[in-house]
């Protein structure tokens, strides 16, 4: 254990982590996705369900399942969460109207069927009607009203789900009985069931969204698994099993309540903590352990390692294409060209690391094997294209420089970084003739920085299964106020991305978007480093993990040996 | 006496006044605007940045906001946090009782390990016991309190099994380990202190006349050493209580323990500055209290001190 590790500025520790809160686009995902079937499923390295014999009455003393977790969530009201660690609770408290398996496909949840009309701007939906909230009261149409309201209500600012709602025109939610609904947008929304699927839009308690008002983030009342029990601030979320539980997805392994009594969340920013804790059996589950202690005592068989390889966009650095020099085609391209990623990642994450050369990972739907050809590792040719826009080093101080300028990169970074990963980075760049000038600050200031354009590249990452992020993050109506931080401004990258948004016809959406790929590597908008691994050590007591769609812990099925 | 107490208590009044207008003024002291600063990249539009200067009342003349913030926080209403609308003073009132236990529990260990190695060593004064009790005192000093916090967590927690590493929620064994974090290093100090004040002592004049008299040595040490040497020691605890408070920091981050430091250091770093605010102020509060109550102990230890 580092001593830096205690600065409590930490807060998530592992590189990966730093980008949950570090750009405030990095999590948030609040955009479309692919109609069902067509995605290929995000890879696992271990099979999604396990599958163990199904039973219909778990074994009734489950005991407790602790899991350690980096940050804590801000709300675990549905409609006003934005965050990865939120999503991460939610999942076990709430339902939404539909659910979608590992393979991305759709199955019913809160609703048996859903039929959309012809222009996608109306989605009639039938409803279960044996659930019950935790709080005993029956779930009818009108929490499905309730809760769609309560996120585009004043009480919530600017959440997940808020932003699905209003980019998509939400006007009204028609309860034509108990049990028959109309969710109506005045703008078609093609994804709109699969985004019914996820946390941001699951269905609230109607009463408890009354009586708690402004405290319902602290009080949720869902038709989960899982009930809410208590939240002691800075330190765990406890819930416990909802036995009346009847209602989970059909892909899910067993039926019926869940088989553990209740899951503790604890709050350990630390990941240092969160390994000792596991070792001393305190949790059970361990989120982002370090890298290099996780392998050890996985080898060791004190404990099992499941990883995540998250689809979408992978860690990279956007690079400024206003600034000087990274305005230069070349300078980008010689950047990419500098740095080795393979050995960057089995460097700072040994085993666990998967190297990434394109914008997209390679298991997000609408991957382009071409675009991420374009590069790999070449210092004599970064060297080549950097004499030809005339840097050179003349005064042999490593450093190239043209009209009296050094080749300087601004990078402005996050103490929680590991220092030895911003090393091994400059390093590169800097063999390659780059001055690398790095600037620590947090994260309001690198907010603040950024929206004033003030750095040469920054570092980003956004977990979907389909690339629509790319539209946030590479239209060009995002430069200013947004985060398209490439500040790169393309008519046909403009169109490729807000055609692959809107169409409905799977292959032309295809095919905006390896248009979009295309350009975003050809202009080397991007460096790419390497795909976000999510790791996560457990106990071997722990069984039948999983991970969901977007990989987070499918805790419902699990179950534990004595 | 009476006199002494009020004049004692209208200071810390004036004190806690000052601080107060310290504490309001830090939001008018953010470079730029506080607002934006304040939301950094977090979750905002034209309209919340509106609302929320409409909220922290920031359209109004200062000596207004300062007056409605006052009033407030006499009220016990600190505001709300920017981040998840929990009101401070909830907030706050959740994670003191973590942070006051931890270093109240630490001043006691403090206390009774350095009183029992002070005296020791004051009274065997040049023996081996002596130099085994500095000796044990320097190294107490010496070890940095997040080595410390790992070797215990090590040795209690990954070895032995006895105590948590983690120190969630209220039982007593999740508070042993960071009271010995934080308390073991201050015990150091205390017995120092505790050991120069009575050999101080127990060189005075009236020491030797006391002795001269015939008075048993048991009686010469408790009533006429210990009590005077006790003044400067008395002292350094008031200060020392400012610092447990402080140092708990650390330790709440390194034992995931609720506290209002690691409170103090989300809000920092989230640039919450209601929740700044309030923890800033709860804190100061605290220090002012414990000092005056220092200096009224004192009164009592030693009469002198009230008369001047």
């Known amino acids: 254990m580092k001593r830096e590790k205690f600065s409590p500025l930490i807060a998530t520790l592992a590189i990966i982590s730093f980008l949950l809160g570090a750009c405030g686009q990095a999590t948030p995902a609040a955009e479309t996705q692919a109609p069902a079937n067509t995605q290929a499923a995000p890879v696992a390295t271990e099979a999604p369900t396990a599958a163990p014999v199904p039973t219909d009455t778990p074994d009734p003393s489950g005991g407790v399942l602790t899991l350690g977790m980096g940050s804590e969530p801000e709300t675990l009201d549905p409609g006003d969460a934005v965050y990865v660690q939120e999503q991460f609770v939610l999942i076990s408290l709430f339902d939404s109207l539909l659910s979608e398996a590992p393979d991305a496909s759709l199955h019913p949840g809160l609703a048996i069927s859903w039929q959309p009309n012809t222009d996608y701007t109306e989605f009639s939906f039938k409803l279960r009607q044996d659930v019950k909230f935790h709080d005993g009261t029956p779930f009818t149409g009108k929490a499905v009203k309730a809760s769609f309201d309560h996120i585009i209500s004043q009480d919530v600012l600017e959440s997940g789900g808020k932003t699905l709602l209003v980019d998509h025109k939400y006007s009204e939610t028609v309860v034509t009985d108990d049990y028959n609904i109309t969710v109506k947008f005045t703008a078609p929304y093609p994804t709109f069931l699969r985004d019914a699927a996820r946390q941001w839009l699951s269905i609230s308690s109607p009463a408890a969204l009354e009586k708690y008002g402004k405290d319902y983030g602290r009080n949720p009342v869902g038709t989960g698994p899982f009930k809410f029990v208590k939240w002691d601030a800075q330190s765990q979320i406890v819930l416990e099993r909802n036995p009346d539980y009847n209602w989970g997805p059909e892909f899910a392994a067993h039926q019926g309540p869940t088989y553990l009594d209740q899951v503790v969340f604890r709050i350990l920013p630390e990941a240092a903590t969160r390994l000792t804790a596991l070792q001393t059996g305190e949790l059970l589950i361990a989120s982002e352990p370090p890298a290099l202690d996780a392998i050890e005592l996985s080898n060791s068989g004190q404990a099992v390692v499941k990883t995540f390889a998250q689809p979408g966009i992978p860690a990279i650095m956007m690079v400024n294409t206003e600034k000087e020099p990274t305005n230069d085609l070349n300078v980008r391209k010689a950047m990419i060209l500098a740095i080795n990623q393979d050995e960057l990642v089995k460097t700072a994450f040994k085993e666990l690391g998967i190297p990434s050369y394109s914008v997209l990972s390679p298991t997000t739907w609408s991957f382009d094997e071409k675009s991420a050809n374009l590069y790999r590792f070449n210092l004599d040719e970064a060297g080549r294209l950097l004499d030809e826009s005339g840097w050179k080093d003349s005064n042999g101080d490593g450093i190239r420089e043209k009209n009296g300028q050094n080749l300087t990169l601004d990078y402005i970074t996050s103490p929680i970084w590991e220092e030895a990963f911003n090393e091994l980075l400059s390093g590169y760049l800097q063999k390659a003739g780059f001055e690398v000038k790095m600037r620590a600050m947090d994260d309001a200031g690198i907010a603040s920085e950024a929206a004033a354009g003030k750095y040469s590249f920054l570092y980003m990452y956004w977990t979907r299964a389909d690339p629509s992020p790319l539209r946030i993050l590479f239209h060009s109506s995002n430069i200013n106020g947004g985060s398209a931080y490439t500040r790169f401004a393309n008519a046909d990258l403009d169109k490729a991305l807000a055609d692959g948004d809107t169409q409905t016809d799977e292959n032309v959406r295809k095919q905006d978007y390896v248009t979009a790929q295309k350009i975003i590597m050809e202009n080397a908008l991007v460096l790419p480093l390497f795909t976000v691994n999510t790791v996560y050590l457990m106990s071997p007591k722990v069984q039948n993990f999983s991970f969901d769609l977007e990989g987070y812990p499918w805790i419902y099925d699990i179950s534990l040996t004595k | ?308």
């Open chain 2, 1 to 308: 006496m009476v006199n002494y107490l009020i004049r004692r208590l209208l200071t810390s009044v004036l004190v806690i006044f000052g601080i107060s207008v310290l504490v309001f003024s830090i939001i008018h002291l953010v470079p730029g605007d506080a607002v934006s600063a304040m939301l950094g990249r977090q979750k905002v539009n034209a309209q919340t940045v509106a609302q929320l200067r409409e909220q922290l009342g920031l359209n109004d003349p200062i000596p207004v906001q300062y007056g409605r913030y006052l009033s407030k926080a006499l009220r016990g209403d600190l505001g709300e946090s920017i981040l998840n609308y929990v009101p401070v003073s909830k907030a706050i009132s959740e994670q003191l009782p973590s942070t006051l236990a931890l270093a109240f529990s630490a001043l006691l260990l403090a206390l009774m390990v350095g009183f029992v190695l002070g005296l020791m060593a004051a009274l065997a004064h040049g023996t081996w016991l002596d130099t085994l009790a500095m000796g044990l005192s320097v190294s107490g000093l010496s070890i940095p309190t997040f080595w410390l916090g790992l070797l215990l967590i090590l040795l209690f927690s990954v070895n032995l099994g006895w105590f948590p590493s983690i120190s969630t929620g209220s039982s007593l064994a999740a508070l042993v380990l960071p009271t010995l974090t934080l308390g073991l290093p201050e015990a150091a100090v205390v017995a120092r202190m505790v050991r120069a004040s009575m050999l101080d002592v127990l060189g005075k004049e009236y020491i030797t006349a006391a002795r001269a008299k015939g008075v048993p040595q048991a009686m010469v040490i408790m009533k006429h050493a210990l009590r005077n040497a006790l003044i400067p020691v008395v002292t350094f605890l008031g200060l020392q209580m400012a610092y447990l408070l402080g140092g708990s920091t650390i330790v709440e981050t390194m034992f995931a323990r609720q506290g209002i430091g690691r409170l103090a250091v989300q809000a920092i770093s989230n640039r919450d500055y209601p929740m700044v605010q309030g923890v800033v102020l709860v804190t100061a509060i605290i220090y002012v209290l414990i000092n005056t109550f220092t200096d009224i102990t004192y009164t009592i230890l030693n009469p002198r001190i009230r008369l001047k």
